[in-house]
């Protein structure tokens, strides 16, 4: 299988972390994530099938290689890579990844292909919105497309179930990006949301070192559709997860999830949405 992965030119190691990298955690029997310096990446199964759910920072290979070991054993692939959106941190170690695993499907909602295959670039991160430094320092951030071989990529199903992991369905949350997606699991209101819904402010360079837990919208540097974002958290919210584990910051459970997203959907005009920023001045001007 043609395992050729192309990243940008502008692909490199991003110097900033947290208290909480590397740590691994397991939040259910069979659902573990992993903090790659600001970024989670999550991992479901067990030693004899599993799956890998987004691809961490540039430069990050054998970091993701090592937890992944550490917990399903070496020698172990996944059965397929689930990609939920193609953001340089969600998708940063994948040409390593698929370099060293080799008969790896990667699969992805077919809004994001454009951003996956090459084709198209995300709009450049705002370092003009409202928002703490790492907001401001945006512009460092990889924004080149990676191109993923048509050999490997393909779309999640029509159906909403998501490949080699029964019992999970794929719920597209676009704002964040076109195709971003979520995954849940109904049996026990397990949802991987993502950055739709994060437990940090991620723009807060104090809060994201600490990892200061608080239900927050997503990426305000990123996120380019305000109202989309604002009715995917809607979407997650209904699903009443028991569960929550985020794209950033830390998992989530019981009470303080159930009223923090319910707060958020309440309130993410003021919450969530900047107060300026281009993306936010665009959809001023269209209105």
Not at 13 to 20: E, L, N
Not at 238 to 260: D, E, F, I
Request: charged share 20%; aromatic share 10%; glycine share 8%.
């Amino acid at each position: 299988m043609d395992a050729n992965v192309r990243v940008g030119q502008d692909y490199k190691f991003i110097p900033m972390s947290s208290v909480s990298s590397g740590k691994i955690w397991q939040v259910c029997p069979d659902v573990y994530y992993c903090t790659n310096q600001i970024v989670n990446f999550v991992m479901v199964g067990t030693p004899s099938h599993w799956v890998l759910i987004d691809a961490g920072m540039p430069k990050c290979t054998e970091e993701i290689l090592e937890v992944a070991e550490a917990v399903f054993g070496q020698g172990n692939p996944p059965a397929a890579i689930i990609l939920t959106h193609g953001h340089f941190d969600h998708v940063g170690s994948l040409k390593g990844l698929l370099e060293h695993w080799q008969q790896v499907f990667v699969y992805a909602h077919p809004y994001e292909f454009p951003y996956l295959t090459g084709r198209k670039a995300y709009p450049e991160p705002d370092s003009s919105v409202e928002g703490g430094i790492l907001a401001k320092i945006a512009s460092i951030y990889p924004n080149d497309p990676i191109s993923i071989s048509e050999a490997i990529l393909r779309p999640l199903p029509d159906d909403g179930e998501v490949p080699q992991l029964p019992g999970w369905k794929w719920i597209l949350t676009p704002g964040h990006s076109p195709g971003q997606v979520a995954l849940f699991r109904e049996a026990d209101r397990t949802l991987i949301s993502a950055d739709a819904v994060i437990t940090v402010k991620q723009d807060s360079f104090y809060k994201v070192l600490l990892q200061t837990e608080e239900v927050q919208g997503p990426p305000r540097y990123f996120t380019t559709d305000w109202q989309a974002a604002w009715e995917s958290a809607r979407q997650l919210e209904l699903l009443r997860p028991n569960l929550l584990v985020p794209g950033h910051g830390k998992h989530m459970s019981g009470k303080a999830l159930t009223m923090g997203l319910r707060k958020l959907v309440r309130d993410f005009d003021t919450i969530a949405i900047p107060k300026h920023g281009k993306f936010v001045e665009e959809a001023d001007e269209n209105s």
